[in-house]
């Protein structure tokens, strides 16, 4: 297998790695979180959560996703370069 994939991998996974700690910093704990600070704090729903913090949601999901992606990714390509 091509070397530039494993390469393609390692970067989108150093990326989403930062991304990742990014997006989990900004969500509101107990205390009010980050989020606060970019109109997380105003509650527009019954539920008590925001659009800003669904959206949130979403793309932590969504990172998370290609992250572990990722992961499986470079895992199966080792193991292929390992036993031509």
């Not at 969500?27 to 925001?50: D, E, I, Y």
């Amino acid at each position: 297998m091509p070397i530039a994939f494993a390469y393609t991998l390692i970067v989108l996974l150093v990326i989403t790695s930062f991304l990742l700690m990014l997006l989990i910093l900004l969500h509101r704990g107990k205390g009010g979180g980050l989020s606060s600070m970019f109109g997380g704090g105003v509650s527009t729903s019954l539920a008590g959560s925001s659009v800003a913090e669904k959206n949130l949601d979403r793309y932590t999901i969504l990172v998370g996703i290609v992250w572990f992606a990722c992961i499986v990714g470079l895992g199966l390509w080792l193991k292929l370069a390992m036993n031509p």
